[in-house]
């Protein structure tokens, strides 16, 4: 309902400046009249005010259904897509969508998120995680390119502690089954998870 009117306020704007410049454009400016420019200027302000709003409303709600559909933990809002596709992919669907590949940041947030992995994806899965070593071998950072502070390794990888891949595993997952990172090639096709902050 709200949205309705804010959409209805800012066409009536949009008539009124639109008016206001087919009629400036039809007359011969004999005089510049400040006090009418003055107008104008306070209606595009207003314009673009109402605008800023109907698209934080938008966020908003945009931001509510993601939540509505996936998960919320510790003040991030993060959603679950099933379906198998490269990092890369991935992380770009998630960016179309507003957000970016999920990072938990805490222990807590990690156990959460598997939890919602095993629901949402299935027990035996790994999905893709925001957290990569592409650019320098062995230094793991986020999607904004900030190192990791918070790392869940598997330490009990058969005597090889992850990551052990090397050059030729850049990409982190989760284990819906235990929690555990393991660094993976890139290239595979896994489910991932989406993470959105909260504003």
């Known amino acids: 309902m709200e949205f309705r009117g804010v959409s209805v306020l800012l066409g009536v704007l949009l008539l009124i400046h639109c008016s206001h410049q087919q009629t400036a454009a039809r007359k011969k400016p004999v005089k510049k009249d400040a006090s009418r420019d ?3 200027v306070e209606l595009q302000k207003q314009i673009d005010d109402i605008i800023q709003e109907l698209n934080l409303l938008k966020e908003q709600q945009a931001l509510q259904t993601v939540c509505l559909k996936g998960v919320k933990i510790q003040g991030k809002c993060f959603l679950a897509d099933p379906l198998k596709k490269r990092y890369h992919t991935a992380s770009e669907d998630c960016n179309a969508l507003g957000g970016v590949l999920g ?13 919602y992995i095993k629901q949402s994806v299935g027990l035996y899965e790994q999905v893709w ?19 990791i502070a918070y790392k869940n390794w598997d ?32 290239r595979e096709e896994k489910p991932s998870v ?4 909260i504003v």
């Open 194 to 197: 989406c993470q959105f902050n």
């Open 129 to 147: 995680l925001g957290v990569n070593d592409m650019t320098t071998e062995g230094q793991w950072m986020d999607q904004a390119g900030f190192s």
């Open 155 to 186: 330490a009990s990888n058969f005597g090889t502690p992850e990551p052990d891949g090397g050059k030729s595993q850049n990409c982190a997952v989760l284990s819906s089954s235990n929690g555990k990172w393991l660094d993976e090639n890139c």
């Open 103 to 115: 990072t938990p940041t805490s222990s807590l947030e990690n156990d959460q998120l598997r939890d």
């Open 38 to 40: 003055a107008v104008v």
